[in-house]
């Protein structure tokens, strides 16, 4: 299973998207990305002449949409496809998904000082617990 997750910046300017580049922006198998379009109708990639799947840019958004609620979310595929049916919930989840993103662009040195401050704590109160006993 792939893991790696393209953010909605990170979408290359194209007009059309073959599988395999979809399948490694979302970060899931061409195998989910072919049942995802059977079970949910906000992705329907065209077909070309060689009756190749050629997806679009709000195609992978809403992939990326999808695979959010699916796998980070925890929603199932019904649950999902009800909530991409109610616009107002699906722009709640898109803000949503951007705060998360802007989270995680936060320099590491300083995601990596604050793990260090609360690990200086812990190893506090542990030397403090073991002087009680």
Not at 9 to 33: A, C, M, Q
Not at 79 to 90: E, H, I, M, S, T
């Amino acid at each position: 299973m792939k893991q790696q997750v393209a953010a909605r910046k990170d979408i290359p300017d194209k007009v059309y998207f073959r599988i395999g580049e979809v399948s490694d922006l979302v970060g899931v198998d061409p195998h989910v990305l072919r049942y995802w379009e059977t079970e949910f109708k906000v992705v329907r990639p065209h077909r070309a002449k060689s009756n190749q799947r050629l997806y679009r840019r709000q195609d992978v958004e809403n992939l990326l949409l999808i695979r959010t609620l699916l796998h980070d979310e925890g929603y199932t595929i019904s649950g999902a496809r009800k909530l991409l049916q109610d616009p107002d919930r699906k722009e709640e989840v898109k803000a949503k998904e951007e705060r998360a993103a802007q989270q995680d662009q936060q320099p590491s040195e300083k995601r990596l000082a604050v793990i260090k401050n609360e690990l200086r704590r812990i190893q506090q109160i542990l030397a403090l617990k073991s002087l009680r006993y």
